[in-house]
């Protein structure tokens, strides 16, 4: 499915203002000055997302996963290389990997980063565009590119809209890519809603 520019930036914009709101409640939590931010937003079909995963995750991916339901359902993930993921808990909680029960705290602290995160996204879309949605809890997982996705995600019904993001703690760069699955109608409702609020993006501006 091919989106037209309008519609790319109107999504990005809902992207930037939620992670935006997911930083913001970051930094309070942590005590780190956490910054966010989308440089892109596109949509991929499941062949392209195994690639960008490929190439981004190396051998193992590090993954939160939140299904949501409402007006449409679907699934956020927020995604890290396995070994950024473990850079990021290390510097966020001042963990030596080799103290205590390192795959506990790793898990736990990944879940509340993806928590917030990925609420701050669909928080944003629900509020802005007048969605409703119920949450799951989050899930942590850690499998390799080619087994991350399960077949309940990855199928030929569901368009995927895939958002780089850039995490900035202090001095350390940590990318991560947050992956919104959804069916094609769902996508098709979600960019009607956007429509139906604003033709103008720069209403979606805070």
Do not use: W
Request: hydrophobic residues 45%.
């Amino acid at each position: 499915m091919k989106l037209t520019p309008k519609q790319i930036d109107a999504l990005t914009e809902l992207f930037n203002i939620g992670i935006g709101r997911g930083a913001s409640v970051l930094n309070t939590m942590l005590n780190s000055n956490i910054r966010l931010q989308v440089p892109f937003v596109k949509v991929l079909s499941s062949i392209e997302l195994k690639s960008e995963m490929e190439k981004f995750g190396g051998n193992r991916i590090a993954a939160v996963d939140l299904r949501f339901k409402g007006k449409f359902s679907g699934s956020a993930q927020l995604v890290f290389p396995a070994d950024t993921a473990g850079a990021l808990v290390t510097t966020l909680v001042g963990e030596d990997p080799t103290d205590l029960d390192i795959d506990s705290i790793r898990a736990g602290t990944l879940c509340e980063i993806g928590n917030v995160v990925l609420n701050g996204v669909m928080g944003t879309i629900a509020n802005l565009l007048e969605l409703q949605f119920g949450f799951s809890v989050p899930g942590y997982i850690e499998e390799t590119a080619e087994n991350l996705f399960g077949t309940d995600i990855i199928n030929p019904s569901n368009v995927i809209v895939f958002a780089r993001t850039r995490f900035v703690v202090e001095e350390l760069d940590i990318e991560g890519d947050i992956v919104l699955f959804l069916e094609v109608n769902a996508l098709h409702e979600l960019l009607e809603a956007i429509e139906h609020y604003s033709a103008d993006t720069e209403k979606f501006k805070s």
